[in-house]
């Protein structure tokens, strides 16, 4: 049974990965092909171009151009909920529900990586929900930036019985060396504006990795933490640290 072929309004959460074109998996192709209206996040980086969502989806997707329909949604707010943050979550579920209202059937949101991590997927969902009746609500998952990272840089994420923690560096380098202390493998997103801090923070517990920027894209770069010269880095970037590894299957 085709899982899209559904009658009732439906939104779908569909994660297009971290930025190569060719990490889309052929059920967000899928997805993505079969929704009449495709939102796509439209930043103060991205300006009058399009973003990184909407590269992927015109890149794996030639034929949604005409369904695309960019939303606004601010960046300059990187935590709590302020006004400029409730803006971009209300204007995009102002979109989804216009959409409806003309005649869609199914409406996907594409977001980078994957909606259910650190995406702004499950706030627009909520507001959906609440104004469109009978809504169904779907995530089809996406490649996460540390998988790629993991990935491009041959550094496995976990092997055996070794704990992975993903953290935030808005929540807080506290949070970042807490979890240096406690987790084997530590990976750090949105750390760019406090690149120095975070590194510090990283070579004080003694621990190396390597940082990756634009992962999967033309310009990407993978440098060793040790080597990072510069006190800050773009929003897409990811600090992976990995355990040293002494021996083939040490964790097992």
Same mark, same amino acid.
């Given at each position: ?28 192709? @899928? &997805?993505?092909? $079969? =929704?009449? +209206? ?8 991205? %300006?009058?171009? #399009?973003?990184? *969502? ?70 627009? @969902? &909520?507001?959906? $929900? =609440?104004? +469109? ?8 998952? %996406?490649?996460? #930036?540390?998988? *790629? ?104």
């Amino acid at each position: 049974m085709d899982s899209f072929a559904i009658s009732t309004p439906a939104l779908i959460g569909v994660g297009v990965g971290p930025g190569d074109p060719e990490l889309l998996t052929l059920k967000a192709q @899928a &997805a993505l092909d $079969r =929704a009449d +209206v495709i939102l796509v996040p439209s930043t103060e980086a991205s %300006g009058d171009d #399009a973003g990184r *969502a909407e590269q992927v989806v015109l890149a794996g997707c030639p034929g949604a151009a005409g369904k695309l329909r960019r939303v606004p949604f601010s960046m300059a707010q990187r935590r709590g909920v302020g006004e400029k943050r409730r803006q971009s979550w209300e204007a995009s579920a102002q979109a989804a529900e216009a959409a409806f209202a003309g005649g869609a059937t199914t409406v996907a949101f594409a977001t980078v990586g994957d909606p259910s991590v650190y995406s702004t997927f499950s706030y627009l @969902a &909520a507001h959906v $929900r =609440a104004a +469109v009746p009978g809504l169904t609500v779907s995530v089809v998952p %996406g490649i996460t #930036a540390m998988q *790629a990272l993991a990935a491009a840089s041959l550094t496995p994420l976990v092997e055996g019985q070794e704990s992975l923690s993903l953290v935030p560096a808005t929540a807080g380098l506290e949070a970042v060396r807490t979890a240096l202390e406690h987790a084997d493998t530590v990976v750090a997103y949105k750390g760019g504006r406090q690149l120095a801090a975070l590194l510090a923070v990283v070579r004080d517990a003694g621990r190396d990795g390597v940082l990756g920027v634009d992962v999967g894209l033309p310009g990407e770069t993978i440098t060793p933490l040790c080597d990072v010269d510069t006190d800050r880095a773009p929003y897409f970037s990811t600090v992976l640290v990995a355990p040293a590894r002494t021996e083939t299957g040490g964790r097992l």
